[in-house]
């Protein structure tokens, strides 16, 4: 008997329909095994034994242990294929090392796609362990631990926050950071002139004076440029240019989940489950295959077994004009060229054929990487740029009009990508154009706005902060915590979220910080490419780790509750806020000697109930008194809205509908209510 071990049961199901009866293919549900919870500060890992971890086998998986350990003393040769990264190497690992497999009877294959053709594929070019790969999984496990547990207690103890992480609080800090930014930004008034004329259907915008850019940040300058203005305009310059626009490159970990969050509204935790099933596999009617390929890298990468078909799949179905070709790109570091980007597993599978095997968010999340991998290989949207510049005594005037002369790669990738004419009409160079409407308007700088679960995930990315198969469990973390809200899909952090911050950066802003974070990331590439020693780069971290966690025990202040300026009518000690499972409320600070709490006086305003948890909507207030509507079980709910909800419900997302300048609308998709 040949022994295949995959992760996923799902993935087992598939696999075995593709293998012959000689061979027997089983999950071991994942992880098998974890560091313990015992030992010094209950790291599971023994510090002064050059950080050697003690593993232990999950209770939830003793039975599968037992079960994969007699299959492996029948089996004849064994098979890891667990999932083509550095935790799927580890878990091989663990797996090789807890049933005790021989090393002359195993075999480590990789399937970056579950089709019949790639696990054959796979199974015919195994390879042994890489055992650099295991040891950066195994430091970044370990740093995580030593981080998450100490730091977490820390928190705890002195701010009443549930945890912190090494990722994880950056994270945090970046969205406390631009709350701050927001805050001490000073709007400044600056002015734009416009003129329109309306029997040319053109408006046009001051920008030069005498062929010099100029800003107006005075009325007084405005009013003087409105008088110094004729209603006589003379077209100056008519430039025509062709230009080309060029399609995206296929999608990575990272750019699904943004794409995702913006096009489709998908939280990262929900965009990465259903890439998953994708990946693993479906029943599709006439076989149960993978739809796509790995949903874990950061290539962008594709074969040229899949680009052959795919060109000619363009040309068959629009035409030779719309074939485009592979874009070069500087390649990344560390970017493991065996992967591929995220793409279909077949081109000839389009949406349209599997409508009525897949849900409807399975469906849209695989249309959008479908559209996103064909449109990298069509040929380029074609567009006419016009720019007509107009004097009027000496002051430039700039109309922009764009009309696309061949849609190229936006013929599939039209409806995720905004692609609107703007036709200017045909002008000549000396032709005067008269108007009397010639208005000035007053604007106002605006602060850099919160980041929305797209931008966060990009600036991780961009930072070069923990990896992007991890940015989902980041994204939930920081709301399941309470440390930020989701205010109109934006983060904002909550009171405790800043105070968490705020005392990490009062000790430890030399580990908790971007540069050294994305150092981390560095080291742990390089002791996957066998470059670092990895017990070095874990000694080098924990003696200025520890050193700084106990400063901080002994000196950093504890964070009481917040004193009311009320006191208590029963013990005449002063009244606190304090935190409890259902939010906060106000009590006694002599507690557990006087139990008294008041009763909140002020009915909550309850708005309708949550669609999303069943929990109730309700008026809330941000720290700056600001109202906005959201579910009262947060944080594990984190529906939120800044205008009141009208009490409908979206029947398209579930989402809350809210009036928006007479306008019934989701707040979170957009549809539009008949009212």
């Given amino acids: 008997m040949q022994l295949v071990i995959v992760e996923s049961p799902a993935k087992s199901k598939t696999i075995e329909k593709y293998l012959g009866g000689d061979y027997k293919v089983v999950s071991s549900v994942g992880h098998i095994r974890d560091l313990a919870t015992t030992g010094k500060y209950g790291l599971g890992i023994d510090i002064d034994d050059n950080f050697k971890p003690n593993y232990v086998p999950m209770p939830s998986k003793k039975k599968v242990i037992s079960d994969l350990k ?31 497999i021989k090393d002359s009877n195993y075999l480590r294959v990789l399937f970056y796609e579950i089709t019949k053709e790639k696990v054959l594929e796979g199974l015919a070019n195994p390879r042994k362990i890489d055992f650099n790969l295991v040891k950066s999984q195994e430091t970044r496990r370990m740093l995580d631990r030593i981080i998450g547990f100490r730091l977490s207690k820390l928190m705890q103890n002195k701010t009443g926050g549930k945890s912190a992480g090494r990722v994880q609080s950056v994270a945090l800090k970046l969205v406390v950071d631009r709350e701050r930014e927001i805050n001490a930004f000073v709007p400044e008034a600056y002015y734009t002139i416009t003129a329109e004329f309306p029997d040319k259907d053109m408006k046009s915008e001051l920008f030069a004076f005498k062929n010099k850019e100029i800003e107006i940040k005075e009325k007084e300058k405005a009013d003087t440029i409105l008088k110094s203005l004729s209603n006589k305009f003379v077209v100056a310059s008519v430039d025509k240019k062709n230009k080309n626009r060029a399609s995206k490159f296929p999608f990575t970990t990272s750019t699904l989940q943004q794409e995702a969050s913006t096009k489709l509204g998908f939280p990262a935790k929900k965009t990465m489950s259903i890439a998953q099933k994708l990946y693993e596999g479906l029943d599709i009617g006439s076989e149960h295959t993978g739809l796509i390929t790995y949903m874990r890298t950061d290539s962008i990468r594709l074969s040229d077994e899949f680009t052959g078909p795919t060109y000619h799949f363009i040309e068959e179905n629009y035409g030779k ?6 874009k070069k790109t500087k390649a990344k570091e560390n970017v493991q060229d065996a992967h591929e ?16 095997h897949l849900t409807s968010d399975e469906l849209k999340l695989y249309s959008l990487i479908y559209a996103r991998t064909l449109a990298s290989l069509m040929a380029d949207a074609k567009t006419d740029v016009t720019t007509i510049i107009l004097d009027n005594n000496d002051y430039n005037f700039k109309s922009t009009g764009t009309v696309i002369t061949f849609p ?10 905004e692609a609107n004419d703007t036709i200017l009409p045909e002008l000549n160079v000396g032709e005067v154009l008269t108007t009397d409407i010639i208005e000035a308007s007053e604007h106002f700088t605006k602060p850099k706005s919160r980041y929305t679960e797209a931008k966060l995930i990009k600036e991780l990315e961009e930072l070069g902060i923990g990896r992007p198969s991890t940015y989902a469990t980041i994204m939930s973390n920081i709301r399941e915590r309470g440390y930020v809200e989701v205010i109109d899909k934006k983060f904002a952090p909550t009171e405790i979220g800043i105070l968490v911050t705020d005392k990490l950066q009062e000790f430890f802003s030399n580990i908790i910080n971007v540069k050294y974070t994305a150092n981390m990331e560095k080291e742990l590439d390089e002791i996957a490419d066998g470059l670092l020693d990895n017990i070095k780069v874990l000694k080098d971290f924990y003696g200025v780790f520890d050193e700084t966690l106990h400063e901080a025990f002994v000196k950093m202040e504890r964070s009481g509750p917040k004193e009311t300026g009320e006191v208590c009518p029963i013990c005449q000690s002063p009244l606190v806020i304090r935190k409890g499972r259902y939010g906060e409320f106000t009590a006694c600070s002599n507690y557990p000697d006087c139990t008294y709490i008041k009763k909140d006086e002020k009915e909550i305003k309850e708005i309708m109930t949550c ?28 529906i939120a809205v800044w205008d009141m909800p009208t009490g409908e419900v979206c029947p398209k997302c579930k989402g809350l509908i809210i009036n928006k300048d007479n306008v019934h609308k989701c707040a979170n998709c957009n549809y539009q209510m008949e009212v």
């Fill in 611 to 638: 669609p999303k948890c069943g929990g109730k909507i309700i008026e809330k207030k941000t720290r700056k008194g600001k109202v906005f509507y959201g579910c009262s079980n947060f944080p594990k709910c984190d």
């Fill in 341 to 356: 980007g995220i793409r279909p597993t077949s081109i000839y599978r389009t949406p349209e054929s599997l409508k009525n």
């Fill in 408 to 417: 190229g790669y936006l013929k599939v990738y039209g409806k995720y990508e």
């Fill in 321 to 326: 004009e719309f074939v485009g070709h592979v």
């Fill in 70 to 100: 007699k299959l492996v003393k029948e089996a004849d040769k064994i098979y890891l294929a667990t999932d083509p990264d550095r935790e799927g190497e580890a878990i091989s690992w663990h797996l090789y090392d807890t049933l005790k």
